[in-house]
């Protein structure tokens, strides 16, 4: 996972009202920027602002919907870091396993 | 991010610790081929069957209670040992450090959105 993509995610993700979209996203399945202001007190304008943002980080996917844009989360942006501590703990359970081992061969062998 | 394991091993700090540190030791566990000099500032080679090697510095050596290990491509591990009923307890902490802890609640936050 790169740097750069991780502090693009970073960034779309430190803001309240962009966290709260995603969960209104997700929580809907797909959204369009009129259906989430309709729910909020802002305007349609700047909730599509803020999907964009959203969508340029990776995190939701846009599909145009005659005039207008539908959003979708993309859980693939945190797929990464997910992937490298499910990989990490099993190295470790399998060093520990072979730890335990070697500690009981070094006592039979004094 | 980082991943955390505890584990006690009906053995003592000292036996650990030589597992922990000493390379013929380290070669019957952690990687296939070892060098490691364990002592602020010392030099870990790790070589492992795959033919992958990674290296590390070694931050902090406490003798049979506490191993840092800077490494060089990215990452910390933190290997802590205690005494207790029964033998020594091992704490191992890996972090990444390319993801923040703050980046790591958003991750949970979205598990629990996904």
């Known amino acids: 996972m790169g740097r750069g993509r991780v502090e693009h995610v970073f960034d779309a993700l430190g803001d309240p009202g962009r966290r709260s979209l995603v969960e209104a996203v997700a929580s809907r399945g797909s959204a369009t920027a009129t259906e989430l202001a309709a729910g909020l007190p802002v305007t349609r304008q700047a909730v599509a602002k803020q999907l964009a943002a959203l969508a340029d980080a990776g995190l939701l996917r846009s599909t145009r919907a005659g005039r207008e844009t539908r959003y979708e989360v993309t859980p693939e942006p945190l797929g990464d870091a997910v992937a490298w501590m499910v990989d990490m703990g099993a190295t470790w359970d399998g060093r520990l396993d072979r730890l335990g081992r070697a500690l009981a061969k070094g006592r039979a062998a004094r | ?114």
Do not use: K
């Open chain 2, 1 to 114: 991010m980082q991943i955390e394991r505890e584990i006690v091993f009906p053995a003592s700090p000292a036996e650990v610790w030589e597992a922990l540190t000493e390379p013929e030791r380290l070669e019957e566990w952690f990687a296939t081929e070892v060098e490691l000099d364990a002592q602020p500032g010392g030099i870990g080679v790790f070589r492992w069957g795959d033919g992958d090697e990674r290296r590390a510095v070694v931050r902090e050596a406490e003798p049979e209670e506490r191993l840092v290990l800077d490494w060089e491509d990215e990452g910390q591990v933190v290997l802590e040992l205690d005494e207790v009923d029964g033998g020594t307890r091992v704490r191992v902490v890996e972090r990444s450090p390319e993801w923040s802890t703050a980046l790591e609640l958003h991750a949970l936050a979205w598990v629990a959105v996904a």
